[in-house]
């Protein structure tokens, strides 16, 4: 099977499965395991911020992050179609009591008078009180439902003093944050400088088995140790798991030039097809897009003949590249896709 669907299918390779079998573990619970210790220091120092929390999972450190900068009945502004609010299950109405208000955004960005504009004003005739708060700002980098679509620095550090020029705290879901610096060549640091809190994850692009990480101020950071195990993320000898995310810190990151490449060439394949449509100019990073009729009928028609895609409604179809997806992997991919096409 040639595997398209998400790189949170990758498998860890040889080498990372050693090191996270021949790691020294404490209990995560009492904050002594060291490996999980080692890795929160070296993503807050990559980071640039002061602590970091090692979780589960990405949804689990977004809504911590939610969790710790709002009140019940606050409003958050995302990008229309944000992780947080589409694909978390309602997670920040019932962890947090919030909603979400989406802006527009065809590449997965926004502008500060986007932010501006987002935020009732009370007329002079009413109090401010009947007005809910618009509290937090949370940008996604790379933005997953976008296509894996990257921030300009100079408009996501506008956003961000816009957002603190409010009074409004920021949170950025950097899931992908590695895939960005890696395809910009700007480090992961500036394009965290501005938020409070930054979520990254090891599972996807990078290949480590699970684990995401929330990084922010000391303060933040501590409260949302205790959001995490209150929604069951306190996890044992979580030294083994953290032992492969470190190992893809310093194995993996660079290696995702490959992915981006491999997306590249599916998607100028892609556009070469009759009855596809996609501009492999706007694929920024490792995730494809494309539109075709009958979509949930071509992917079964893909699993049949051994690849896997994601139907995202009955006109759009999603692949994504990853460790473990080979040059070969995708000439044959397209191979098969201008045959059920045929």
Known sequence: MIDLRSDTVTAPTDAMRKVIADAIVGDDVYHDDPGVLALEERVAAFLGKDAAMYVPSGTLSNQAALRVH??????????????INGHELGAPAVISGIRIKEVASPRGTFTPEQVRAAIAVPPASMPASLFEPTTLVAAENTHNEAGGTIWPLDLLRAVAATAREIGMATHLDGARLWNAS????????????????????????????????????????????????????????????AAGALYALDNHRERLADDHAAAQRLAEGLAEL???????????????????????????????QGVLMLPLGTGRIRAVTHLGIEPEDIDRALAIVRDVLA
């Open 274 to 304: 009759a009855g596809v449509g996609i501009d492999p100019a706007e694929v920024d990073t490792n995730i494809v897009y494309f539109e075709i009729p009958e979509a949930y009928r071509v992917c079964d028609e893909l699993t049949a």
């Open 182 to 241: 890696v395809a910009s060549g700007v480090p992961e640091a500036d394009f965290a400088d501005g938020f409070d809190t930054v979520s990254v994850c090891f599972s996807k692009g990078l290949g480590a088995p699970m684990g995401s990480a929330l990084a922010g101020p000391v303060d933040l950071i501590t409260e949302a140790r205790r959001v995490k195990q209150m929604l069951g993320g306190g996890f044992r000898q979580a030294g083994m798991m």
């Open 70 to 83: 709002t009140d019940p009945g606050d409003i958050v502004i995302s990008a229309a179609g944000a992780h």
